[in-house]
């Protein structure tokens, strides 16, 4: 207890401390979008996800499933014509984690001793085969285990992009491929799930350094990139209907369904209808037939 600890290194803070993160998402949702655009902001010192301050650093990139024209296409329309940062080490092949990818990373870091970042694009890719007759927990356990001793021993953000599995679950951390082996062993796990509403997607986060929490993000297709959108995720996600309503709920407590309707112009039966719905799926809170907002969600009068 005497013993005065460090704070944990962040590459991106509230997102991606020290450690493993896990970053898992379904096929062509935009993974590779956001780990490529995240390593060049960091490398360059440039606001993760248009508004986070990060602080810069070599940043390790292995796009692992890209050919170098496609890689150099990505970057371009990222960069948006400024210059790519010197900082920024990109590679395209790799050993696997058990066979010499794990001494190899660990000497770049070794050379880069202040490094930020580093990104494996996929994860797949490096983890390897596991011993004969091991079991499917305990090989995907050991196959984080290869990359956390690396990435504890120097300190630094490592993202392992994934998959997630074909059938949705109520639990995030659940959709997440392989066995609840991978998101024990690693530090965080992040799952991008496309969504509904105003937002492009859905960032859930849980894990060791960071609250759990989800964030809605919005995608430029112009650049590329992944922007953060203020407030909570459900003000993004809900259908303009809801969204009015919880609007009005935030800034008048206690308001009833006749009062929300006319300040909001919308209909009355349909307002009625729409507050016992989002009472029954945990977005109202309903008493006495007045509703407030959840516990949780912040008042943004």
């Known amino acids: 207890m005497a013993a005065d600890f460090p ?12 450690g493993v993160s896990l970053l898992a998402g379904p096929p062509k949702v935009g993974k590779s979008w956001l780990s490529l655009g995240l390593g060049l902001d960091v ?26 024209r496609r890689l150099k296409t990505r970057m371009g329309k990222l960069l948006a014509g400024r210059d790519a940062p010197k900082t920024l080490t990109l590679v395209t092949e790799f050993p696997p984690l058990p066979q010499g990818g794990a001494d190899a990373l660990d000497h770049w870091l070794t050379q880069n001793p202040g490094a930020r970042l580093v990104v ?12 004969p007759g ?10 984080i285990g290869h990359i956390k001793q690396v990435a504890d021993r120097h300190s630094v953000a490592t993202i392992l992009v994934h998959h997630v599995r074909k059938m949705a679950s109520d639990d995030f951390l659940a959709e997440v491929s ?12 992040l799952v ?27 995608f430029q297709p112009d650049t590329g990139s992944w922007l953060l ?14 969204a009015q309503i919880l609007a009005h709920v935030r800034a008048h407590p206690g308001s009833k369904p006749v009062e929300i309707s006319d300040a909001t112009g919308l209909k009355r039966d349909n307002t009625r209808r729409t ?15 007045a509703y407030t907002a959840p516990l949780g969600q912040p008042d943004r009068t």
Not at 7 to 18: K, Y
Not at 120 to 131: E, L, M, P
């Open 229 to 242: 959108l203020d407030g909570p995720a459900s003000d993004h996600t809900l259908d303009d209907t809801r």
């Open 275 to 289: 507050c016992a719905r989002m009472a029954a799926d945990g977005q109202l809170v309903a008493n006495l037939g």
């Open 178 to 189: 392989g066995t609840n082996g991978l998101a024990g062993a690693a530090d965080a796990t």
């Open 134 to 143: 091991t079991a499917a927990y305990d090989a995907d356990y050991a196959a």
């Open 43 to 68: 490398a360059a010192g440039r606001p993760a996800f248009g508004s986070i301050e990060v602080e810069p650093g070599p940043v390790l990139y292995l796009a692992l499933e890209d050919t170098p």
């Open 120 to 131: 494996i694009d996929v994860f797949a890719k490096v983890r390897g085969n596991s011993a």
């Open 7 to 18: 704070e944990p290194r962040w590459a991106v803070p509230g997102f991606f401390a020290e």
């Open 192 to 218: 991008l799930k496309r969504s509904r509403g105003k937002a492009d997607g859905v960032l859930h986060i849980t894990g060791r350094d960071v609250d759990e929490n989800e964030h809605a993000l919005e």
